[in-house]
T-cell receptor, first 112, second 116 residues
Framework: DQQVKQNSPSLSVQEGRISILNCDYTNSMFDYFLWYKKYPAEGPTFLISISSIKDKNEDGRFTVFLNKSAKHLSLHIVPSQPGDSAVYFCAASARNNNDMRFGAGTRLTVKP | GAVVSQHPSRVICKSGTSVKIECRSLDFQATTMFWYRQFPKQSLMLMATSNEGSKATYEQGVEKDKFLINHASLTLSTLTVTSAHPEDSSFYIC????????????FGQGTRLTVV
């Protein structure tokens, strides 16, 4: 039962361009969404999050957009840098419980 | 951000033996800890959720007698892989959340288990 889906397993962009990573969810109880970045053989690190009461949250080069009606969120990275190359996981949780579900991840490659 | 330490980072064990992995929250009290398993080129698979002082809740398909989880204190959870087999070889990652009002979970560094 995949409640959080990242349909693109990989994405390749040129340095300096925008990277857009997408995520869809099915559970309408989710009200908090997070993006994590993961390098090989390391644990994921928290990147940015958004509450369901917002539709946009920006932190430097990273912006997360939430479309509740479509149950869709996206992470924009601009400008993309080679150091951004990693696997990005979308996660969703509901504040009334401690459950957190992850998408399958998208491997981003930023080419110099 | 909060720090979660996972130990060991790598372990090699013989088939049939048991391995214990520790997950510690260093600067906060973790009311909830999660254990994940990651297969090569695949997502993080939630294995179980544990709350301090109570039994872990296992995801469907995860053998609770094989993957023993103990969350004995607010700063420590352990995952013991019992009677390990080569197919248990994987990357295991823990994460922790503090007060139930927290929405972010913080991850440990992961443990690469190889069963030979």
């Amino acid at each position: 039962d995949q409640q959080v889906k990242q349909n693109s397993p990989s994405l390749s962009v040129q340095e300096g361009r925008i990277s857009i990573l997408n995520c869809d969810y099915t559970n309408s109880m989710f009200d908090y969404f997070l993006w994590y970045k993961k390098y090989p053989a390391e644990g994921p690190t928290f990147l940015i999050s958004i509450s369901s009461i917002k539709d946009k949250n920006e932190d430097g080069r990273f912006t997360v957009f939430l479309n509740k009606s479509a149950k869709h969120l996206s992470l924009h990275i601009v400008p993309s840098q080679p150091g951004d190359s990693a696997v990005y996981f979308c996660a969703a949780s509901a504040r009334n419980n401690n459950d957190m579900r992850f998408g399958a991840g998208t491997r981003l490659t930023v080419k110099p | 951000g909060a720090v979660v330490s996972q130990h060991p980072s790598r372990v090699i064990c013989k088939s049939g033996t048991s391995v214990k992995i520790e997950c510690r929250s260093l600067d906060f009290q973790a009311t909830t800890m999660f254990w994940y398993r990651q297969f090569p080129k695949q997502s993080l698979m939630l294995m179980a959720t544990s709350n301090e002082g109570s039994k872990a809740t296992y995801e469907q398909g995860v053998e609770k007698d094989k993957f023993l989880i103990n969350h004995a204190s607010l700063t420590l959870s352990t995952l013991t892989v019992t009677s390990a087999h080569p197919e248990d070889s994987s990357f295991y990652i823990c994460s922790a959340k503090g007060d139930p009002g927290w929405s972010e979970a913080f991850f440990g560094q992961g443990t690469r288990l190889t069963v030979v």
